[in-house]
């Protein structure tokens, strides 16, 4: 009996000693607030970086946290965008989630996609390798407002986002619409080469439309509910025909845009 006891004692032991060995591919849920990440406890450090390129990670950097050195990964299509993993005699000892400018990239994975105010604070070298890792390409530089944007558009032509930097880093960054990445910012940023047709604004961000009357010389005149819709009404009061423009939008993209007398925008 006292032979059985030992037997048990120690195996008891043994499985509260032995570190926890991950499945293959698997996931689990992380304590501390840091979201989910690839489970790698326990793994062999090659096995580890093995899970983390076959998940389509790739090295960024080592930093070193609270005297803790952590290996950092990325994957910009990932959920968690930017993860990393500590050792110890070639196993891992923790996995963990970072905040993606750790790691220099932007995540577009989720229901929200990308969202370009994710870029503020990178590099610009790491910004524009999230970029492309996203799948936009670099277009031109423009000076719009007296500041200078370098704009980026995607594959398919169909967004159009743009940044700006100081020393290094990316100060702003925002979605230009639809077609942004063409215009002519020199002649108050339309597509029709200096005058502003409201048509052209549908499908544009709320921001970028906003941005586009500005630099057209419109300035924002008032909120009016209009056979029952609401309309963002703009007027230019050296506007060459079209005075009062005015759009309404829907989850943050203009849906419809169009002229109104100069009566409504008063």
Not at 179 to 185: L, S, V
């Amino acid at each position: 009996m006292r032979t059985l006891i030992a037997a048990a004692f120690a195996a008891t032991v043994l499985s509260i000693a032995a570190p926890a060995m991950a499945q293959p591919g698997g996931y689990r849920q992380q304590g501390e607030g840091y979201g989910y990440a690839l489970n790698l406890q326990g793994l062999s450090v090659d096995e580890a970086k093995r899970q983390l390129s076959n998940a389509g990670y790739s090295k960024s950097r080592n930093i070193s946290v609270s005297g803790r050195q952590y290996d950092l990964w990325s994957n910009p299509r990932s959920r968690e965008a930017c993860v990393g993993f500590s050792s110890y005699n070639g196993r891992v000892t923790e996995t963990r989630a970072f905040d993606n400018s750790e790691c220099g990239v932007v995540s577009g994975g989720g229901r929200g996609g990308f969202n370009p105010s994710d870029l503020r604070g990178l590099r610009v070298d790491d910004g524009k390798r999230s970029l492309r890792d996203l799948g936009y390409v670099q277009e031109r530089n423009v000076r719009i407002d007296g500041t200078q944007w370098d704009l980026w558009s995607s594959s398919r032509g169909r967004d159009c986002v743009g940044f700006t930097s100081y020393n290094g880093r990316i100060t702003d960054a925002r979605d230009f619409g639809r077609g942004g990445c063409h215009r002519d910012w020199n002649n108050g940023g339309s597509r029709g080469g200096g005058r502003l047709r409201p048509g052209d604004l549908r499908g544009d961000s709320v921001d970028s439309a906003k941005h586009e009357l500005s630099g057209a010389g419109f300035r924002k005149a008032l909120n009016a509910r209009i056979n029952g819709q609401q309309w963002d009404l703009w007027y230019n009061e050296r506007g060459r025909g079209e005075r009062c423009v005015g759009f309404t939008s829907y989850n943050g993209r203009v849906t419809e845009a169009r002229n109104f007398p100069d009566r409504d925008c008063s």
